[in-house]
């Protein structure tokens, strides 16, 4: 989809860090042809299902030295913490923030206070609908600069 907007998520990502947001996200994308793709660097407990709703791309696993070039080959606009449970760091933002990009994550635990702290990135409502997610996504890619290179 040329011009879509591309959120990537990245690592190993399960229940905790956010797995049914995606497919919700990616089912209400395919349901209202959404303008938006999530790409995950890293895997997931069932690509499978993700990738079959036309709207998610799952690189597969990766080494640590290999996520920020593979994050910029994605051609992403924004990135994604779409944890559901708060963390106490978050090695995946920091790669994200290296790859270039903001990154929009719930306000939970220390994600959101790095992204509050720094700037670089969108707070969510915890809770919030698919359709509001996407819609949400898609304007925070209209209004990001520009995709890193």
């Known amino acids: 989809r040329p011009g879509a907007c591309r959120g990537v998520v990245v690592g190993a990502i399960g229940k905790e860090k956010g797995d049914d947001v995606r497919l919700a996200a990616a089912r209400e994308a395919r349901e209202q042809g959404r303008p938006i793709e999530y790409v995950i660097v890293g895997h997931t407990p069932d690509d499978a299902t993700l990738m079959e709703t036309g709207h998610v791309y799952v690189t597969g696993s990766y080494r ?3 996520a920020t070039a593979l ?6 606009d924004y990135g994604l913490i ?3 449970w708060p963390e106490t760091w978050c090695f995946a933002l920091g790669v994200t ?4 990009l903001n990154a929009a994550a719930f306000d939970l635990g220390a994600v959101a206070d790095r992204i509050r702290t720094t700037g670089r990135g969108h707070i969510l409502s915890l809770g919030i609908s ?4 996407n819609v949400i996504l ?5 209004h990001s600069v520009e995709r890193p290179s």
Do not use: N
């Open 71 to 76: 994050i910029r080959a994605q051609l992403p």
């Open 82 to 84: 779409p944890s559901i």
């Open 97 to 100: 923030w290296r790859a270039g």
């Open 130 to 133: 698919a359709a509001q997610f």
């Open 64 to 66: 640590e030295e290999e």
């Open 138 to 142: 898609i304007s925070l890619c209209q």
